[in-house]
Nanobody, 121 residues
Framework: QVQLVESGGGLVQAGGSLRLSCAASGSTSSLPAIAWYRQVPGKQRDFVAAVSSGGSTKYADSVKGRFTISGANAKNTAYLQMNSLKPEDTAVYYC???????????????WGKGTLVTVSS
């Protein structure tokens, strides 16, 4: 079993920045990849970014150039630095463990409980 705990959400004005953290514990040894998803109530959960244990990254088009994902594999912790935030970035952000392959990210069924990010206009 893998447990994922997110932190770092909050309220920020448009144009501001936040840094989210995802800490993994349990049967991690070396997780292949960690990703961030986000979800607005009533809508599907969308992929935001992923980082592999080898340092490869993938981003959704909507956040490219604004968000940066990084991972400290030895500590099984990943971060999402979010800059130039927009009101449409408002969502609950979830951490996931999975696989980052050449053709995309495949989530495993390990999710955190989420952290709320609210961007005011």
């Amino acid at each position: 079993q893998v447990q994922l705990v997110e932190s770092g959400g909050g309220l920020v004005q448009a144009g501001g920045s936040l840094r989210l953290s995802c800490a993994a514990s349990g049967s991690t040894s070396s997780l292949p990849a960690i990703a961030w998803y986000r979800q607005v109530p009533g809508k599907q959960r969308d992929f935001v970014a992923a980082v592999s244990s080898g340092g490869s990254t993938k981003y959704a088009d909507s956040v490219k150039g604004r968000f940066t994902i990084s991972g400290a594999n030895a500590k099984n912790t990943a971060y999402l630095q979010m800059n130039s935030l927009k009101p449409e970035d408002t969502a609950v952000y979830y951490c996931n463990a999975g696989f980052l392959r050449y053709n995309g990210y495949n989530p495993m069924d390990y999710w955190g409980k989420g952290t709320l990010v609210t961007v005011s206009s």
